[in-house]
């Protein structure tokens, strides 16, 4: 248990309205990652952090932002949600400082845009 | 470029039957590591192994073990004796030593189902 929390668990929200999504960690991990889950996809970065106020893009991070204010938060945001944002969402944190150490998982945020 | 290929989407067994689900990858670093990651039912992804591209020896943990072979580019995973509770998507992906902050690049995972 990497102690990774995410909120919410599960989200419906409308077309065009704005939603952020909550990464928690209690281990002060530097590196956090934002990924998205989708059939026939597999996970796809959207945006991580690598440290206070440090954020980089990843593959798919058209329509998202994220924030990181506190070491223990991650935060993504869709400024104006749109139904190809309705997937599963998960937060990662990665358990060292070299770009190859195991990365873990947070419990997902099903989020559902209709 | 980086890629992972997961060919088999499904597999479907029987239990205690012997499973190998395959994983070929892409990259031009020298140094990388693999990794497996198993999808329950119910949703989390959990950690499974992490392998680097200098150690080619196989590894068992149970049930559980893992074929690394540079020369096909393969990192293969078998379940020896599987059981219903092994059902789940299982996700091979990478990681490259020479990229800061860099994502894991998964494949899009095999199913497989045992069932009773």
């Known amino acids: 248990d990497a102690g990774i929390t995410q909120s919410p668990r599960h989200k419906v929200t409308e077309t065009g309205t704005p939603v952020t999504l909550r990464c928690h960690q209690t281990?002060?991990?530097?590196?956090m990652y934002w990924y998205r889950q989708d059939p026939g996809h597999g996970l796809r970065l959207i945006h991580y952090?690598?440290?206070?106020?440090?954020?980089d893009k990843g593959e798919v991070s058209d329509g998202y932002s994220v924030s990181r204010s506190k070491t223990e938060d991650f935060l993504l945001t869709l400024e104006s949600a749109t139904s190809s944002q309705t997937s599963v969402y998960f937060c990662?944190?990665?358990?060292?400082?070299?770009?190859?150490?195991?990365?873990?998982f947070g419990p997902g945020t099903r989020l559902t845009v209709l | 470029a980086q890629k992972v290929t997961q060919a088999q989407t499904e597999i479907s067994v029987v239990e205690k039957e012997d499973v190998t689900l395959d994983c070929v990858y892409e990259t031009r670093d020298t140094t990388y590591y693999l990794f497996w990651y198993k999808q329950p039912p119910s949703g989390e992804l959990v950690f499974l192994i992490r392998?680097?591209?200098?150690?080619?020896q196989n590894e068992i943990s149970g049930r559980y073990s893992w074929n690394f072979q540079k020369s096909t580019s393969s990192f293969n995973f078998t379940i020896t004796a599987s059981q219903v509770v092994d059902s789940a998507v299982y996700f091979c992906a990478l990681s490259e030593a020479n990229q800061a902050g860099t994502a894991l690049i998964f494949g899009k995972g095999t199913t497989l189902s045992v069932s009773s």
């Open positions: 392998r680097n591209s200098f150690d080619e």
């Open positions: 990662a944190i990665r358990a060292g400082l070299a770009s190859t150490d195991t990365q873990y």
């Open positions: 281990e002060n991990h530097r590196y």
């Open positions: 952090s690598y440290g206070v106020k440090d954020t």
